[in-house]
């Protein structure tokens, strides 16, 4: 039997693979697993729940609701709100636990279900096989009377929030006209808000949830509406942020994209220049572009590298102690501020560095060189053999060598599918357009799977 909780909690097709029984019988183990300290305590689980404005999202987070105080957990709604903000919630009020109902940058068809445990923090692999063994199992609490739990209206949840971020600038933003694309999502009810306190002049687009158009055309996946809209209205920058806004990505001045990798290389010297970069370390995930270890390499900047995955940075940012982390899709996690990635908070730093040294995103983003990259999903291969298929290992050495150090090669395989992900850098694209093809060749030649498979 597949294992029920991915890389970031339980994601499906909503009212199909996400159903009112599923969510309604997660938050039952849940409760068992992730209120057991309290109740060991001698006193009632409390637990924030918090969703993304899809329309699915009401009668999911409507279920969990059910399945929480049912079972015995005071419910917190804070009703649409960004991950991020979920996260800080719970930590603030010192809540128990926590449940996101989401599905990120996804279609609007899609949701999906986190849980946190205290502190806002993502839970390990462990405690979400032991919620999926109890849902399994089918075990639940059944209090009566006055111990079941409540359900109250988080009624100043934006605010706290809102408040909280604003004491993370190190700069006001005055003077700076920054256009917010919201992705129809959740930070639609609180990034124009944020920026404008702070003293930006702010145009917003995407920021009319429906219930179907969340991420349909905008957002962080699609930043051609963005990238127009800059140079039609004379902005110094644009933030775009996706559906649940954990995640920024960015577009100067010109239109130019400038991506989670040059996010990264601009806050993490903007933290070193305060003293404030820990160990003077910035951690990555091994997707990040070789531009961004070159351009930190120069400046005397250690990047740690991590398995792809936003928990995989985390993991590394507390084990070490350090103070940023990101991946190239723009979640970027700053340990101080934050226990997952926050796309507010991102823009929020990114706008505030152009505010404190008086330069445009393009002359801070140029720090980073960003290589060609070619991605190529090997299909029908046999992913596991990946590892131990001499072949394979001598031609990723052979082209790692031609590369040299103006390059590089990555061969992953799929967590889910019959694919290996090929991955080439190179100083131009012809070069790592022809290096890539041949190691996809290589893979499809030694990896092939039985015709019958």
Known sequence: M???????????LANSDVTVELSLGLAQAAAIVLGEAARAAGRRPVAVLARDPRISGEFISAAVAAGLSSSGIDVYDAGVIPT???????ADIGADFGVMVSASHNPAPDNGIKFFASGGRKLPDDV??????????GDMLRPLGGDVGRVTRFADAEDRYVVHLLQTLPARLDG????????????????PDVFADAGARVTVIGADPDGVNINDGV????LDHLARKVLEVGADVGI??????????????????????????????????????????????????????????ERGIRMLETKVGDRYVLEALNEHGLSIGGEQSGHIIFSEFATTGDGILTGLQLVAEMAATG???????????????????????????????DAVARAVEEKSAELGDTGRVLLRP???EPVVRVMVEAADQETAQRVADELADCVREHLALPASV
């Open 84 to 90: 991020p903000a979920a996260a800080f919630l719970i």
């Open 219 to 222: 957002g962080s996946t699609h």
């Open 240 to 297: 775009a942020h996706d559906g649940d806004a954990d995640r920024c990505l960015a577009v100067d001045h010109e239109g130019n994209v400038v991506d989670g990798d040059q996010i990264m290389a601009v806050l993490a010297l903007a933290l070193d220049r305060r003293g404030a970069l820990t160990d003077r370390t910035l951690v990555a995930t091994v997707m990040s572009n070789l531009g961004l270890k070159i351009a930190m390499a």
């Open 359 to 389: 330069k445009t995103l393009a002359e801070l983003a140029s720090v980073v060189t960003v290589l060609p990259q070619v991605l190529i999903n090997v299909k029908g291969v046999d992913r596991a053999a990946l590892s131990s298929n």
């Open 414 to 416: 799929s967590g889910t």
């Open 2 to 12: 597949p294992r029920l909780f991915g890389t970031d909690g339980v994601r499906g």
């Open 128 to 137: 979400e096989d032991e919620i999926e063994r109890v849902y399994r199992k």
């Open 176 to 191: 700076l006209h920054v256009v917010l694309d919201c992705a129809h999502g959740a930070a639609a009810g609180v990034s």
